[in-house]
């Protein structure tokens, strides 16, 4: 079948992207979905700093390739061997495929699954296989999702069926920005109720962050950033205290508010400054997570010292640390009790011609999370 979807040709692509148009949007030929595979309509696409990357060139990724990877949709084919999903499910898609099969996957950490990173790093769908061309050239795989199109060919282990009564517009953040920040919090720092959490960069996952903090009932949540107004929604979702990242004293007041830093400290931003800043903002005994994903040129020194006199634990954090059958669908029940409000995320939607300009407000830092809605 026949599809329009967003391709980047080349990267990295200079800014403003309203006028080098990075993403072309193109009439793209679609191969049925294979054996494990599905055909989904996308119903909507979040706008992220994953997807930035690869037009900026931070993270470069295999072009021609068709970007998106935080999605929803409708189930519209299957392809031979799925026999548990039906035309017409709505399903969330997560950016990693899970195998089920290889090491990290048999200890339960699909996060980390093998052949999804692979497959990823290929541009291909866990098959290995590519299902997009046009005018006859292969197109590679965001992620295994490709969610800025009309429709996308998807490994099942690519996807979370949901319930069909759950807004898909609003559903779609679950694919990235709450897994990867709730999950952060919740499974990867194991924050416990009573304890001080600092999320340093706050983007859709860092508030996502601050939420899951919040959930989890955490007696300081403090939020971190360089923009006075994500300092404001930050406080708007239930922040207990709030800093400019740029202000020189606040790892002191922090460390004075807290009785020493924080219990754990979460960086969402991307960056060697935003690490170092968490890291100086956590007590001795306590956790520093990373889940912002950094250019790979860049480098953090840490004195051993302080790993071993203050028995400090740094760990990285991929996807939240989440199993996604599993945690989305638990998300996804919190947000309808009122106890993630995740809509808060939301700074607009947009259709996919304006998808240019849309990550141009992502880079001025002017949106929290834009929905491409198809």
Not at 122 to 149: K, M, P, Q, Y
Not at 184 to 202: D, F, I, K, P
Request: hydrophobic content about 40%; proline content about 6%; charged content about 20%.
């Amino acid at each position: 079948m026949r599809a329009r979807s967003a391709i980047l040709r080349s990267s990295p692509v200079e800014r403003p992207y309203a006028d080098t148009r990075p993403l072309s949007i193109e009439e793209v030929e679609l191969a049925p979905p294979g054996p494990g595979e599905v055909l989904v309509k996308i119903a909507a696409a979040g706008v992220c700093h994953s997807d930035l990357s690869a037009i900026n060139g931070d993270r470069p990724r295999p072009t021609p390739i068709a970007l998106g990877h935080e999605a929803s949709g409708v189930v519209a084919e299957l392809g031979p061997g799925v026999g548990d999903l039906a035309v017409g499910d709505h399903v969330v898609m997560s950016f990693l495929p899970v195998c089920g099969a290889c090491g990290p996957c048999a200890e339960g950490r699909g996060q980390l699954c093998e052949p999804g990173h692979l497959a990823n790093g290929r541009g291909t769908l866990l098959s290995g296989a590519r299902r997009i061309r046009c005018d006859g050239e292969e197109i590679n795989h965001h992620s295994g999702v490709s969610a800025f199109s009309e429709y996308a060919v998807i490994s099942r282990r690519s996807i979370v069926k949901i319930s069909r009564d759950v807004p898909l517009i609003e559903a779609a953040l679950f694919g990235c920005a709450v897994m990867t920040g709730v999950g952060t919090v919740v499974n990867t720092c194991r924050v416990r109720m009573g304890e001080s959490v600092a999320v340093v960069g706050l983007g859709g996952v860092g508030l996502s962050a601050v939420l899951g903090a919040l959930a989890c009932g955490a007696s300081r949540v403090i939020a971190i950033d360089i923009s006075h107004a994500k300092l404001d929604a930050a406080r708007e979702i239930g922040a207990t205290d709030t800093f400019m990242a740029s202000d020189p004293n606040t790892v002191e007041a922090v460390r004075d508010l807290t009785g020493g830093g924080v219990h754990h400290a979460v960086e969402m931003a991307g960056s060697v400054q935003a690490f170092d800043l968490a890291f100086r903002l956590t007590r001795r005994g306590g956790t520093t997570a990373a889940a912002g994903l950094a250019n790979p040129n860049q480098r953090f020194q840490i004195p051993p010292v302080a790993l071993v006199g203050e028995e400090r634990d740094i760990r990285g954090s991929y996807m939240g640390s989440c199993v996604p059958s599993r945690d989305i669908p638990r998300y996804i029940e919190l947000w309808q009790q009122g106890r993630l409000p995740v809509t808060k995320l939301m700074s607009g939607t947009g259709p996919l011609d304006e998808i240019n300009e849309a990550f141009d407000l992502l880079d001025r830092g002017e949106v929290i999370r834009h929905l491409v809605v198809m």
